[in-house]
C-alpha cells in the first residue's frame, strides 16, 4: 500500500496560477484523511498559500501535508502552524548570473513578447523563475504561447550552454525554472522519503510535465512511481482511484 502521494501544483491539482477549485479541494481533504500527501511546485510560498492553502479545511488533516516551493529547493511542515525546515538559497552572485544569462537566452532565441504583465523574471531566493508573459498573464494567454514547449526547449537549450552549473527545466505554462545545480523535483522526492521516513517505492508522483525536459520529470527520474495527467480533470479520477484504493 502507497503511503505518500505528490502532487505537482500547476497543471495538475488548479490551472496555472490559479486556486484549487471546490471539487479538487474536496479529493485533497478526503485524501490527506487517509495516506500523507505533498505538493511540490515551482511556485514560492505565497502561491501554495493564496492557490492551496486557503481552499483547504484548517484542520488536523494538515498534519499529513508536506509543501515544498520552488521545485523542492523549500520544504514546509504543518504542527499546529507551518514551519520551514529549509530553503536552498541562491547567493546574489549566483542569481545576478542567471537573470542575465535568462535575458540573453530570450534574446537570442527571439520569443520576446509584444505584451507582458508583470514581471518577467522573478528572484523566488532559491529558484529563478523566467514567465515569458509575466506572473500576473491571463491563462488563455499562457496557453495558446508554447503549448508543444517548442520555444522553451530552443531557450533552455541556450541556457544550458549558458548556465551549466546550474539546473533548468520547464514547467507551468510559460515558464523555466533555474535552482542550484541537482536541486529539482527529485531533489524534492528524496527529501521526503528521508523526512518523512517513507520509501520511494511507498510514493506516487502525479504530474504534468513528467516529459524530459519538464520539471516533473526529475521525479520520475528518482524511480517514484508517476502518473502523468493532462490538468486537473484528470487529476479528480486519478485521486479518486487512489483513495478508493487505499
Known amino acids: 500500500m502507497k503511503k505518500l502521494i505528490v502532487y505537482d501544483l500547476d497543471g495538475t491539482l488548479a490551472e496555472s496560477k490559479s486556486p484549487l477549485d471546490a471539487e479538487m479541494s474536496t479529493r485533497l481533504h478526503d485524501l490527506l484523511g487517509v495516506v500523507k500527501v505533498a505538493i511540490i511546485s515551482g511556485g514560492d510560498w505565497p502561491q501554495f498559500e493564496k492557490q492551496v492553502l486557503s481552499h483547504l479545511p484548517h484542520d488536523e488533516r494538515l498534519v499529513n501535508l508536506s509543501i515544498l ?4 529547493t523549500k520544504f514546509f511542515q504543518y504542527n499546529g502552524s507551518w514551519k520551514k525546515l529549509y ?7 549566483e542569481k545576478e548570473k542567471i537573470v542575465s544569462s535568462l535575458e540573453e537566452a530570450v534574446g537570442q532565441a527571439g520569443f520576446k513578447p509584444v505584451k507582458v504583465w508583470g514581471e518577467v523574471i522573478e528572484d523566488r531566493g532559491s529558484q529563478v523563475t523566467f514567465s515569458a508573459l509575466g506572473q500576473q498573464a ?3 494567454e ?3 504561447w508554447d503549448p508543444d514547449y517548442t520555444k522553451r526547449k530552443k531557450i533552455k537549450a541556450i541556457l544550458d550552454t549558458l548556465i551549466p552549473e546550474f539546473s533548468v527545466r ?4 510559460t515558464s523555466i525554472d533555474v535552482t542550484k545545480p541537482g ?3 527529485g531533489y ?3 527529501k521526503l522519503r528521508d523526512v518523512l521516513n517513507i520509501s520511494l517505492q511507498d510514493m506516487i508522483f502525479i504530474g504534468d510535465a513528467l516529459f524530459p525536459g519538464g520539471n516533473d520529470y526529475p521525479a520520475k527520474e528518482a524511480g517514484v512511481v508517476s502518473i502523468e495527467v493532462r490538468g486537473p480533470q484528470e487529476t479528480k479520477p486519478v485521486t479518486e482511484a487512489i483513495i478508493a484504493c487505499l
Open 138 to 140: 491571463p491563462l488563455e
Open 183 to 185: 536541486i529539482d523535483k
Open 188 to 190: 524534492g522526492i528524496r
Open 87 to 93: 530553503s536552498e538559497d541562491f547567493t546574489a552572485d
Open 142 to 144: 499562457k496557453d495558446k
Open 170 to 173: 520547464m514547467g507551468g505554462a
Open 69 to 72: 516551493p520552488t521545485c523542492g
